[in-house]
Nanobody, 120 residues
Framework: QVQLVESGGGLVQAGGSLRLSCVAS????????MGWYRQAPGKQRELVAS???????NYADSVKGRFTISRDNAKNTVYLQMNSLKPEDTADYYC??????????????WGQGTQVTVSS
């Protein structure tokens, strides 16, 4: 079965940078949109950024100009470059694909999450 596997989280000081990666492992036929969500303690999960297979991007207002989403379709991988990090960016970050087509059929997938902590 297809799984989304994230990496790249960690602890960073305010103003620093991190790069998250998410790879769709397993046999994949196609993935249209891939994205990153985050959930801070006591808050709802929110969309951070998304990118279609054609490279059309969408960002939350709170991260515009600081975060960049990109993807490598050949590797079924999506990245999130996070610059000028702020303490309010602290959250668990989740990779998402609303629909992945594989030999087993189609369906949405979530990664297990990776923690990002920004210290002031």
């Amino acid at each position: 079965q297809v799984q989304l596997v994230e990496s790249g989280g960690g602890l960073v000081q305010a103003g620093g940078s991190l790069r998250l990666s998410c790879v769709a492992s397993g046999s994949v036929f196609s993935i249209n949109t891939m994205g990153w969500y985050r959930q801070a303690p006591g808050k709802q999960r929110e969309l951070v950024a998304s990118i279609t297979s054609r490279g059309i991007t969408n960002y939350a207002d709170s991260v515009k100009g600081r975060f960049t989403i990109s993807r490598d379709n050949a590797k079924n991988t999506v990245y999130l470059q996070m610059n000028s990090l702020k303490p309010e960016d602290t959250a668990d970050y989740y990779c998402n694909a609303p629909w992945i087509v594989s030999p087993h059929g189609g369906g949405p997938k979530w990664g297990q999450g990776t923690q990002v902590t920004v210290s002031s």
